[in-house]
């Protein structure tokens, strides 16, 4: 019995020790401070401010470069049905310790609340995201964590259950712009409206708009003679005759969409929408579109991912200003669309792809695709690179009107020409050198005091 009691503390000893060896030494070499970097703070966001969140943390080191950070923080947000945002925080632990280590949290908004409410919420839940990392680190014994809930939080949810609106979101804009020069000028006004109610299972929008472009200039054209010659005036100067052009392009449109959710991935419903556009010859176009869709990814995801299949069948009945190419001025057309669309938002930065097939079904040989692709690639946090690219093979280009236009007609813009393809693209990059550490907040001479124009 001795002996057998003797070998079972010997086999306990070897495999105790290497544990209560290594839990001392992550105890006792744990570091400093926490190492973060924080991306998807986007400036133009004023609910999420990086000055805010550095001003509030000051148990972390905030560092430029995500390759030496301890924790990257990537921050991707949505619109939620409510007209708010929904934020989603990613938590990726990448050095030491917090190697491996992952954590998601939502925050959710709403429409009525101000960009320092947005703030406050934002920033408390990144406290509570990298609260189990900080508890690693030496900086962690000088925090204190209060762990009572506010009555006013809990009395705020329960009013928010009950919508007054029923989820219905409203949305009314305009604007007005007028250039002035010597020989020319434009005026530009507008206005739209948009009404929406997004729920899980229900997304119903409509919108409307209207666009006027009133354009008038004076030409100048020196005035010859039927051989050639200039033709003078009494003092011997050349007579200058003035011709007034005047442009009216105008673009009016409004769209409604219902969408019905079957499953975290499927969907159906339908588009309908009207416009006017002057430019592409279209007196009046109206059009309904049913189409079904399908997410790869689950609903869940859609904040860091997706990959969308829709396809649909269009009726189109268009109304012309001038008679097309084809010898027409009113039609019915009937064409069917395949769209697919990706999105990520990872570490290493973000993409969006878009693709589009479509032809009309009465005439096969009447057919576009088009595909486009915005990309953010960071190489570190220092450097990164951008691109944006947008293609289209056109051969559906049943609008163009026939006749001979103008040279202004042309450069007005008030026609459009036939093109087989359309590109267009931009890229660059940004750079940064310097300190890594970016934890310093200093406002002092900030702004100009809403001048516009030159010191």
């Excluded at 148990?59 to 995500?66: L, P």
């Excluded at 190697?99 to 919420?121: C, H, I, P, S």
């Excluded at 329960?158 to 007028?178: C, L």
């Excluded at 739209?192 to 054209?221: A, F, H, M, P, Y």
Aim: overall charge negative.
């Amino acid at each position: 019995m001795k002996n057998i009691l003797l070998l079972l503390i010997l086999a306990f000893f070897p495999l105790t020790t290497p544990l209560v060896s290594q839990t001392l030494v992550d105890n006792y070499n744990l570091p400093n401070k926490l190492r973060v970097f924080i991306d998807g703070c986007d400036g133009r966001d004023g609910g999420c401010n990086m000055d805010f969140i550095r001003t509030e943390i000051t148990a972390v080191d905030f560092y430029r470069d995500n390759q030496t950070a301890d924790v990257f923080l990537l921050i991707n947000n949505n619109t939620s049905g409510g007209g708010g945002r929904q934020y989603q925080l990613l938590f990726i632990g990448q050095q030491n310790i917090h190697a491996g280590r992952k954590d998601t949290l939502y925050v959710n908004t709403k429409q009525t609340d101000t960009d320092f409410e947005v703030r406050e919420k934002l920033t408390r839940f990144i406290k509570l995201g990298l609260a189990p990392f900080v508890a690693k680190t030496t900086a962690g014994e000088a925090i204190e964590i209060n762990m009572k809930t506010d009555s006013g939080i809990r009395e705020d949810r329960m009013q928010e259950s009950v919508d007054p609106w029923d989820y219905w979101v409203f949305n009314v804009g305009s604007n007005a712009n007028i250039e002035l020069e010597e020989l020319s000028r434009q005026i530009n006004y507008g206005g739209d409206i948009n009404i929406n109610r997004i729920t899980d299972e229900w997304k119903i929008s409509l919108s409307g708009r209207i666009d006027e472009r009133l354009r008038r200039t004076i030409q100048k054209v020196p005035r010859v003679d039927e051989n050639g010659n200039p033709v003078l005036d009494e003092v011997g100067n050349q007579i200058i005759d003035e011709f007034e052009n005047n442009f009216d392009v105008s673009e009016f449109g409004f769209s409604h969409q219902l969408v019905k959710s079957i499953s975290p991935q499927w969907s159906y419903g339908y588009d309908m929408a009207g416009r006017q556009n002057t430019r592409f010859n279209y007196q009046f176009q109206t059009s309904f579109r049913p189409a079904v869709e399908f997410n790869i990814f689950p609903e869940s995801e859609q904040n860091s991912r997706f990959l969308r299949l829709n396809y649909g069948i269009e009726v189109r009945n268009n109304r012309y200003v001038e008679e097309t190419i084809y010898g027409v001025l009113k039609e019915t057309r009937v064409l069917q669309s395949l769209r697919a669309s990706l999105g990520l938002n990872q570490v290493w930065g973000n993409l969006e792809v878009g693709y589009r097939l479509r032809n009309y079904l009465d005439d096969f040989s009447s057919w576009s695709t088009g595909l486009n692709i915005s990309a953010e690639f960071r190489v570190t946090g220092n450097f990164s690179f951008f691109m944006r690219a947008e293609g289209n093979y056109v051969k559906d280009q049943i609008y163009l009107a026939s006749g001979d236009f103008t040279e202004q007609d042309i450069l007005s813009g008030r026609v459009t020409l036939p093109s087989a393809y359309t590109i267009d693209t931009r890229f660059g990059f940004n750079f940064r050198f310097g300190s890594n550490l970016n934890n310093f907040v200093n406002r002092r001479f900030f702004g100009r005091a809403n001048f516009v124009g030159n010191d």
